[in-house]
T-cell receptor, first 113, second 114 residues
């Protein structure tokens, strides 16, 4: 069965520090992968997506993610975190012939000044 | 485009009352999704439509929930009768309906059933 796991429920980093949010997926073929961000009281906004080609994907707000087939991972990174990055981050995959996204439970990011 | 528009943004209702949530997808999008978000369960897909037709409603919790999409620019999610456990944020999202296209989310409706 397809699934998405975000192992870290909550992460706290200091402003200016680097960030890596983990995402692991279960799917037999190459999935379509997405990272979304949800700021407090807001809807979800797409950060980046991976379908094929270059395994390092650049997104908005300075984020990037790397697809690693051997590890079934799609981790999100940012070299220097800003206080405004505090939010909930969701990893999702689209697998198979349907149009549904399979979602991780999210990682809550807190940023210390 | 104004994005996905949901109304109302907030709804407080008494247990037993009917609640209707509304969604206007992005023009040209042919897939529409209704999600529910709670602290306990996270983000749950309730139902999704393709070309105004319900494709998968397996996430609809029970018969009290119903969703319609009478045309390409409007959808409703109705709860009748509402219960306190229905309190959540309900999101509508739309997409072009292809594997490699993302879903665009509305800002959600925060429902409180007292």
């Amino acid at each position: 069965a397809q699934s998405v796991t975000q192992p870290d429920i909550h992460i706290t980093v200091s402003e200016g520090a680097s960030l890596e949010l983990r995402c692991n997926y279960s799917y037999g073929a190459t999935p379509y992968l997405f990272w979304y961000v949800q700021s407090p009281g807001q809807g979800l906004q797409l950060l980046l997506k991976y379908f094929s080609g270059d395994t390092l994907v650049q997104g908005i707000k300075g984020f990037e993610a790397e697809f690693k087939r051997s590890q079934s991972s799609f981790n999100l990174r940012k070299p220097s975190v800003h206080w405004s990055d505090a939010a909930e981050y969701f990893c999702a995959l689209n697998a198979g012939n349907n149009r549904k996204l399979i979602w991780g439970l999210g990682t809550s990011l807190a940023v210390n000044p | 485009d104004a994005g996905v528009i949901q109304s109302p943004r907030h709804e407080v209702t008494e247990m037993g009352q009917e609640v209707t949530l509304r969604c206007k997808p992005i023009s040209g999008h042919n897939s529409l999704f209704w999600y529910r978000q709670t602290m306990m369960r996270g983000l749950e897909l309730l139902i999704y439509f393709n070309n105004n037709v319900p494709i998968d409603d397996s996430g609809m919790p029970e018969d009290r929930f119903s969703a319609k999409m009478p045309n390409a620019s409007f959808s409703t999610l109705k709860i009748q009768p509402s219960e306190p456990r229905d309190s959540a944020v309900y999101f509508c999202a739309s997409s072009l309906g292809k594997m490699n296209t993302e879903a665009f989310f509305g800002q959600g409706t925060r429902l409180t059933v007292v």
